[in-house]
């Protein structure tokens, strides 16, 4: 299983998400810091979830890197987050961010 994947079923047990997108975006970034041949180092993700309900930005980040601890400790290098409840997407105006 790659990375990505991992990532995908660890947020998926941890957060039950509605919508979950997780992106290598290694390629952006070879050259620089953390890059590692064959990529695996730099993601995002893109995560729906209920569990962020009166969470606040912060503390949304911090359950989603506890779930990911292992990995952000050992393989992956840089996490982007993005993490909204339903709610919020629905009322930006938007089906998924």
Do not use: C
């Amino acid at each position: 299983m790659g990375m990505a994947e991992t990532i995908d079923a660890r947020l998926r047990e941890g957060l039950s998400p509605s919508h979950l997108v997780v992106t290598d975006d290694s390629h952006h970034h070879i050259g620089h810091a953390g890059y590692r041949e064959g990529g695996e180092s730099h993601f995002s993700v893109e995560v729906v979830s209920e569990k962020f309900a009166g969470v606040n930005r912060v503390n949304r980040q911090r359950m989603v890197h506890e779930l990911l601890k292992e990995e952000l400790a050992s393989t992956i290098h840089a996490l982007q987050i993005k993490a909204n409840t339903s709610a919020e997407i629905s009322s930006a105006g938007k089906d998924v961010f």
